[in-house]
C-alpha cells in the first residue's frame, strides 16, 4: 500500500478519534475504512454504561460504509493513544473478515508507530458459518 494512502487513513482515523466517547476506559480509538473506489468512512468508539452496548471504532466506521451500500474494502486504520500500535478485537477482525481477508489493517499509535498486517494474518482461523470460502 501506498505511503501517502496510508497517511491519509491515519489522519482520517486521528480525526475521528477526537469525537470517541470513552467516559469509562478513557481509552479513546479512531478509525477510518477506504473502499475499494477510494472513499474513506469514519468511526470512533462509543462506549455505555452497560458495557456490552458499546461499540468499537472499527465497527463504527465499517457499518457506515456498509450502510452506505459499500461492500468492498482496500484498508483500515486504527489509531490509538497507547506506547505501541494496538491490534482490533476478535469481534473487529470477525466483521473485517466478513468482506475481505485480504484488505490491510493499519495500526498506528500517536507516536506515528505503524503496523500493517493482512485482516486474514490477524484472524488465521476465521469463522465462516455457512459460506465455504472469501
Same mark, same amino acid.
Given at each position: ?8 487513513? +491515519? $489522519? ?8 470517541? #466517547?470513552?467516559? #469509562?476506559?478513557? =481509552?479513546?480509538?479512531?478509525?477510518? /475504512? ?6 474513506? =468512512?469514519?468511526? %470512533?468508539?462509543?462506549?455505555? &454504561?452497560?458495557?456490552?452496548?458499546? +461499540? ?6 465499517? =457499518? ?5 451500500? #459499500? ?6 486504520? @486504527? ?9 482490533? %478485537?476478535?469481534? %473487529?477482525?470477525?466483521?473485517?473478515? $466478513? ?6 489493517? @493499519?495500526?498506528?499509535?500517536? &507516536?506515528?508507530? @505503524? $503496523? /500493517? ?5 490477524? +484472524?488465521?482461523?476465521? =469463522? ?7
Amino acid at each position: 500500500m501506498k505511503k501517502l494512502l496510508i497517511s491519509k487513513l +491515519i $489522519e482520517k482515523a486521528k480525526e475521528a478519534r477526537l469525537k470517541a #466517547y470513552s467516559p #469509562y476506559s478513557k =481509552f479513546s480509538v479512531g478509525a477510518a /475504512i477506504m473502499t475499494d473506489n477510494g472513499t474513506i =468512512f469514519t468511526g %470512533c468508539n462509543i462506549e455505555n &454504561q452497560s458495557l456490552g452496548l458499546s +461499540i468499537c471504532a472499527e465497527r463504527v466506521a465499517i =457499518f457506515k460504509a456498509i450502510s452506505e451500500g #459499500y461492500r468492498k474494502f482496500k484498508a483500515l486504520a @486504527i489509531v490509538v493513544d497507547t506506547k505501541n500500535p494496538c491490534s482490533p %478485537c476478535g469481534a %473487529c477482525r470477525q466483521v473485517m473478515a $466478513e468482506f475481505s481477508v485480504e484488505m490491510d489493517v @493499519i495500526m498506528a499509535n500517536l &507516536q506515528n508507530e @505503524i $503496523e /500493517i498486517r493482512k485482516v486474514k494474518d490477524l +484472524i488465521p482461523d476465521v =469463522f465462516q458459518g455457512l459460506t465455504k470460502s472469501h
